[in-house]
């Protein structure tokens, strides 16, 4: 009977961690579809403001004079690491984490031993893991939770005045992109210097438009506006993955319990069985004896 009490405790135990999974990838569902619609809506915005620089920078033949254009010696670099919260979502913030690490083993090594990298990190598991590493200059929890455009628009024109007064030579952003529910892919984008338009002569040509007033003065007022779309869109784009990563973690947790419960219940009747047969068999040789 102890094995019968043993396997009815371990099926309580996984009964109770089987409603955990169930209810957090509910909760992971719901958010998604707020998330997934949030990063939805903001894409063909941002792309339309992309659209507007490569016409704007293909009228102007001067757009590599330009501070944000600047492509120098990255001698001090700063990387923006966007990962989650809490975890239970699979591999979604280590796999964030093992980019950086190879990024900075590969490409920033020298900045690295020199004293001049620096993180930016949004959400706690990737800093509570590189700041262990890497000096971290700024760290922000709430920004998960609250995604506030005004707050990252902030981050964002502090990274530009960095660039510009050259205390920084090179930004980029790493973060999971959201493909969709099941799919995220980490993703390492340069944030700054600017890359310039890479247009042909035919797309040049067709957007030779007057512009008033002149398109330096746009470039000027437009580009820090992408940057702080584009930094609004990674942070929701890892938003939405993350949430994508949690509820598919969840649902195979969900289903792996229900297999082992399955078998546990087997297993249980297979015993309880077995016990009942052990009972029958001893009345009947007892009786057997007091008969003889």
């Known amino acids: 009977m102890g094995n019968l009490k043993e396997i009815r405790t371990r099926i309580s135990s996984i009964e109770s961690t089987q409603k955990i999974t169930s209810s957090m990838k509910l909760v992971s569902a719901a958010k998604l579809r707020r998330a997934q619609t949030a990063i939805q809506h903001l894409r063909p915005y941002s792309q339309k403001l992309n659209e507007i620089l490569n016409n704007l920078a293909g009228s102007n033949m001067g757009v590599d004079q330009l501070p944000l254009f600047e ?3 990255p001698e001090k670099v700063a990387i923006v690491v966007i990962t989650s919260n809490k975890g239970l979502c699979g591999a979604f913030n280590s796999n964030v984490i093992k980019t950086v690490q190879h990024l900075i083993a590969e490409k920033y090594a020298d900045q690295h031993r020199a004293g001049h990298l620096q993180l930016f990190c949004i959400g706690k598991k990737g ?3 590189l700041s262990k590493l890497y000096p971290v200059a700024y760290h922000n929890e709430e920004l998960l939770d609250n995604p506030d455009f005004t707050e990252l628009s902030t981050m964002a024109d502090d990274l530009v ?7 920084i030579d090179k930004v980029e952003v790493v973060y999971n992109q959201f493909l969709n529910a099941a799919t995220q892919r980490v993703t390492v984008e340069e944030f700054l210097p600017v890359l310039p338009p890479t247009g042909n002569e035919e797309q040049k040509v067709t957007s030779d ?3 008033e007033p002149s398109a330096d003065q746009l470039l000027q007022e437009l580009i820090p506006k ?3 779309t584009q930094l609004y869109k990674t ?3 890892s938003i939405a ?3 994508g990563a949690r509820m598919t973690s969840m649902t195979k947790a969900t289903d792996n319990a229900t297999e082992i419960l399955r078998e546990l219940r087997l297993k249980y009747n297979n015993a309880r069985q077995s016990s009942i047969t052990n009972e029958l068999i001893e009345i009947v040789s007892g009786a057997n004896a007091l008969n003889g």
């Open 241 to 243: 993955s993350e949430h």
């Open 127 to 129: 800093n509570d893991q």
């Open 161 to 167: 005045q960095k660039f510009i007064h050259h205390e």
């Open 209 to 211: 438009y007057i512009i």
């Open 226 to 228: 992408i940057l702080r």
């Open 235 to 237: 942070l929701s784009d």
């Open 71 to 73: 492509q120098r010696e």
